[in-house]
Every structure is written in C-alpha cells, then in structure tokens.
C-alpha cells in the first residue's frame, strides 16, 4: 500500500502548479469543484500528471468519481498498490 | 465627420525592457536588443543563426505559476503589455460596461511553443501526456480570448493575423470597432514569442534572417548598405484606444489621437515585396484620406524597415510617390533595429513608440547606420534622438507582411 500522505503532498503539489491553491488547501475533505474551484479542463490537467507522477492509470471514466482530494488519494494508493 | 479617437494608455514588454518606460529609454538612447542565443537547442541543432533579441524580462518573473502554465509564452507576453496599457489608462478601479469594451489583438504566428512542445510530448510519452489545454493555449486568439476574460471585454475579441502587418491591422480592426460605433473602449495590440528552433531553421533557409553570428548587436541594420537579414524578435506592445467623448467623461490622460489607418494586399508575391512598393502606397494614401490628413501634416514615419536587402527599398519609393518633396521633412525612425523584428508584435510596439514620440515630441533613434544606402535616401533619425517640434502634426507607423499585407496607422499629436 501507497503512503497516502505522500500521495496526498504529491497532489498537493500538482495542483498548486496548475491552479495557484496552496498546497496546505489541499486537504482530504476538499471537493475539486466545490471547494477548489477546479473546472473539468484543469482537473484532467492534474490526472494526467498525477499519472506520470505516481506511475498509475486512472480511466476517463472514473475520474468523475474523484469528487473529493481523498477520492483521488485513496484511488492512487490502491492503483498503485 | 468620423467621431475622434484617443489612446490614454500604452504597455509592452519587448527585448528592449519590461515595460513602456524602460523600452522607451533604451529607444532614445539607442540600445541592441539582439543577442545569442544561450539556449541547448541552438547547439543541438546547428542552427545558421545563433541570435534573436529575447525580451529583456522573462514573464515568470511578473506572472504567477498557474498564468504561465495555463498560457503560451506569446498570450503570457500579451497578457504583461495589456495589463500595464490598462493601469496606464487608468482603468484598474473604473467601473466599464463590459458589452461597450473590446479587445483586438494581434500575432503573427500564434502558440507555436505549444503546438510543438505538445507535439514532441505526444512522441515521447504518448497521446495521454498531451495536456488538455494544449489547443486553447496554442490558437492563435488565444491572447485575444484570455485578454478579454481578464478585462470583461464582453463586444468581441477579435484577432488580426496578418503575419508582419498584424499589429498595426489590430489597432485599424479597433479603430473600425470603435468608428462602428459598437464600443466605447478597445484593448488593442500585437504580441509575439517565435524565438524557437522551428521558425529560426525555416525564416534562415528563406534568406530572411541577418548572418551576423559573430555581432548580433550590429545585424538589425536597417537602410544600410551592408544589412543582410530581419533580427528575430519576441515581445508585445499594447494601447488603450477610446473615443474621445469616453476619455474627457472620465478625465483620462491623452498621448495622441489614433487619427486614421488603412489596410490593403499587393496581389503580387506571396513573401516578396511589390518592387514599386504599390500595396504601401495605396495603404499610406488611405490611412491619410481615413486620417483626413495631408501629406504636409506628416513630420515622423516609423518604418517597417526590417533590414532586408530587398524589403526596405520599396517601402522608401512608397514613401517618396505619396510625400514628393515633403518627404524631406520626414524624418523616420527604424526602431526594428534595436528591437529586432517583432513578427507580429512589431506593428503594436511601434505604434507604441510612434505614440510616444509624438507625446514627448522626440523620435527615438536608428542604430547600426554606418553606410545609408544611396537608394534609400530618407532622413533617418540616427544617433541621437530628433525633436519634433511642438506645432500639430501627424505620426505615421507603417507594418507589411507575409502574404502581400500591408497596414498603416496615423496618430495626431495633442
């Protein structure tokens, strides 16, 4: 199993470098569109990085499911296995 | 009688300076802005020439990370220039109505950095690597688009591309806005950021570009008889344009009057000059008829003047069967040769310097003029700048390109 804070930091980054949020806004509980303010182009944006980064696939489909910053955490951490 | 038209701000961020006020210093002084490359790629490839005039100021130092990761260098340039003719205007708290707002901005060649960085993207690590912002951030309205949303411009974002007469086409396309009647306020201007192995290989294998690997700083060297090429340029210049009804409501600060322009095509070779210089002419009378000026109100011409063996020639014979005799007392400034060639940007940035020049009453300087050209014999300002005199008088900036464009704006002093 994928340490989860890495995985968490390592997002954090990637969505600091395309969107300008801080890294410490970046938090599990956080909704990509909600609280984010991430729209649909900049969050496959940061999927397609966060694929290179962490040597995972993540399917157009699911990304849909990644509602949340923990979504896409957990989601990495078991892809990666 | 058409309604008058003002410009109450200027940017521009060029290989010169970062902004209005440092480009316009080095210009009265006369400063190169070529220099070499010191990038991989000019070794990696062997490239013939081995300099450009890059802008003095590298956008990541101004903008923020995600600005100039969503944004192509030549809308991130763009973006630098619009932004100060926008404070300069003093527009930063004024409340416009957005739908009464335009922006037309001009480039030559568009996101050419990103279309190729993508491509060698896809290449390398396949089609998923190929970022989703790639097409918005490659098209060439891109500048246009993004400028408008960061100003509310909500009456069109319209793009001139018309290779080198892009930028002074963009200020006629805001002029024609404005004169319409569909808006109070145009952000207009060019922007440029080619310098990329691609279009250096491809401008040298069509004998454009100038050779002087061993003195970049001597190669833009327009009207001399030794100039061999165009010194690749990257950069953006932009103008607040207004009618003169908005600009007095609101107690704005005027440089000079956008008094008329004109654009016409030679119909004759795609990348060469007419050689009589028939497209310029036709373009220089009617920018005057749409300027309701004469001949005689004219006392500064920024030239096109790129450096080419064959291109300055004929903008000269243009100049001599429009002005006559006059044309003695034209006194013309080739700013390209300290700038370098701004593609696309080069019609806004001189406009820039032609606004200036007719604000401070001083035309900036033509460096590297050892040897005039007994063919070209113009008044050229060169070192040192020339006063203008303080009477009323009409500036003229002049942009050809590719494609047989020819563009031509005239700006009245205040």
């Avoid at chain 2, 004469?294 to 450096?307: K, R």
């Amino acid at each position: 199993m994928a340490d989860k804070n890495a995985i968490l930091a390592g997002l954090a980054e990637i969505v600091e470098e395309e969107t300008g949020v801080e890294t410490e806004e970046v938090q599990l509980d956080k909704s990509f569109t909600e609280d984010l303010d991430i729209d649909s182009i900049s969050m496959m944006t940061i999927v397609v990085n966060a694929e290179e980064k962490f040597d995972v696939k993540i399917p157009d489909e699911e990304v849909k499911n990644l509602a949340t910053v923990g979504d896409a955490v957990d989601y990495i951490a078991n892809a990666a296995g | 009688m058409s309604k008058r038209l003002v410009i109450t701000g200027l940017g521009a961020t060029t290989p010169l300076g970062g902004d209005v006020k440092s480009t316009w210093d080095a210009a009265l002084a006369g400063t190169p802005g070529a220099k070499t490359l010191e990038h991989d790629w000019v070794e990696q490839y062997q490239l013939p020439v081995t300099f450009a005039a890059e802008v003095a100021v590298e956008p990541a130092e101004v903008l923020s990370r995600p600005e100039t990761r969503r944004m192509d260098r030549s809308t991130q340039l763009g973006m630098i220039a619009a932004r100060e003719a926008w404070a300069d205007a003093g527009l930063t708290d004024v409340e416009l109505d957005g739908e009464r707002l335009g922006v037309s901005f001009a480039t030559g060649i568009g996101g050419v950095w990103t279309l190729l960085d993508s491509w060698d993207t896809l290449r390398e690590k396949g089609p998923r690597r190929v970022l989703p912002m790639t097409v918005p951030m490659l098209m060439p309205n891109g500048a246009s688009g993004a400028i408008s949303l960061a100003f509310g411009a909500k009456a069109g974002a319209r793009t001139a591309v018309s290779a080198c007469a892009s930028g002074v086409e963009a200020l006629i396309m805001a002029m024609d806005m404005l004169r319409a009647g569909d808006v109070d306020v145009v952000l207009a201007g060019g922007t440029e950021a080619a310098i990329h192995p691609l279009p250096l290989a491809a401008f040298a294998n069509m004998q454009a570009l100038s050779r002087r690997n061993d003195d970049p700083a001597a190669a833009s060297r327009p009207y001399d008889v030794d100039r061999d090429g165009f010194v690749m340029g990257e950069g953006a210049g932009a103008l607040v344009i207004e009618t003169q009804e908005h600009a007095e409501a609101r107690g704005a600060t005027v440089y000079a009057e956008l008094a008329g322009g004109a654009v016409t095509s030679d119909a004759h070779h795609l990348t060469a000059p007419d050689p009589e210089g028939l497209g310029a002419t036709r373009a220089l009378r009617r920018a005057l008829a749409s300027a309701d000026a004469a001949e005689g109100d004219v006392t500064h011409v920024n030239a096109h003047a790129t450096s080419t063996p064959l291109g300055d020639v004929p903008e000269y014979t243009a100049m001599k069967s429009v002005f006559g005799s006059h044309l003695d007392s034209v006194c013309v400034s080739a700013t390209k040769s300290q700038t370098g060639h701004l593609l696309g940007a080069a019609g806004a940035v001189e406009s820039v310097f032609t606004v200036k020049a007719l604000a401070d009453r001083k035309a900036p300087v033509t460096i590297n003029l050892e040897n005039q050209d007994p063919q070209i014999p113009l008044d050229v300002v060169a070192g040192s700048p020339r006063e203008l005199g303080s009477g009323p008088q009409v500036g003229i900036c002049s942009s050809f390109g590719f494609g047989g464009h020819n563009a031509v704006a005239a700006f009245r002093s205040v």
